[in-house]
Antibody, heavy 119, light 110 residues
Framework: EVQLVQSGAEVKKPGESLKISCKGS????????IGWVRQMPGKGLEWMGI????????RYSPSFQGQVTISADKSISTAYLQWSSLKASDTAMYYC????????????WGQGTLVTVSS | QSALTQPASVSGSPGQSITISCTGT?????????VSWYQQHPGKAPKLMIY???KRPSGVSNRFSGSKSGNTASLTISGLQAEDEADYYC??????????FGGGTKLTVL
């Protein structure tokens, strides 16, 4: 069974750094891309970027380029989304999702990680 | 890349059919047959309902169907059921290895 299990909720202060994770199982982790999607409170879904864990090829939405870093450690089948300096506007639910390729849909989703940034 | 345009809300009675539109541009919806639709119930992760414009993943009811004309994609749900009440999002490939979502549509089953 394909599963994407995300790390737990986080509460951080503005300016702090953060790295959240997404662990894949039940499939060949290095043969599929992992994407990240933001959902701000009460708002819609936003495509952030994707990574191919096989060779760490990474693509970003222009809206998120330079704001976050997507990475992966294929040895432990885990993808990451990280911030170097959080802002209150980063408060959102973040989902990871699997896709077969750059031109394919997200077929499996993680349960989401709620990030709250507040002073 | 701007978000695709969806109606904020649609509603229908059990058994009826509804259609949700998703309007993009010639740079995204109009250029690629790569529109997907996701269903999201409150507090839950999105679920893939339609991909490549009109294909259904295994396990998704055939009451859900997708189509496209020009820069507008559509999701039709026939035989509405109470369990269909959810938010629905379209998503299109937008070139340069990036995708864009629609703003979402809240479906109410009356």
């Amino acid at each position: 069974e394909v599963q994407l299990v995300q790390s737990g909720a986080e509460v951080k202060k503005p300016g702090e750094s953060l790295k959240i994770s997404c662990k894949g199982s039940g499939y060949s982790f290095t043969s599929y891309w992992i994407g990240w999607v933001r959902q701000m409170p009460g708002k819609g879904l936003e495509w952030m970027g994707i990574i191919y864990p096989g060779d760490s090829d990474t693509r970003y939405s222009p809206s998120f380029q330079g704001q976050v870093t997507i990475s992966a450690d294929k040895s432990i089948s885990t993808a990451y989304l990280q911030w170097s300096s959080l802002k209150a506007s980063d408060t959102a639910m973040y989902y990871c999702a699997r896709t077969g390729g750059l031109y394919e849909e997200f077929d499996y989703w993680g349960q989401g990680t709620l990030v709250t940034v507040s002073s | 890349q701007s978000a695709l345009t969806q109606p904020a809300s649609v509603s229908g009675s059990p058994g009826q059919s509804i259609t949700i539109s998703c309007t993009g541009t010639s740079s995204d919806v109009g250029s690629y047959n790569l529109v997907s639709w996701y269903q999201q119930h409150p507090g839950k992760a999105p679920k893939l309902m339609i991909y490549e414009g009109s294909k259904r993943p295994s396990g998704v009811s055939n009451r859900f169907s997708g189509s496209k004309s020009g820069n507008t994609a559509s999701l039709t749900i026939s035989g509405l059921q109470a369990e269909d009440e959810a938010d629905y999002y379209c998503c299109s490939y937008a070139g340069s290895s990036a995708w864009v979502f629609g703003g979402g549509t809240k479906l109410t089953v009356l």
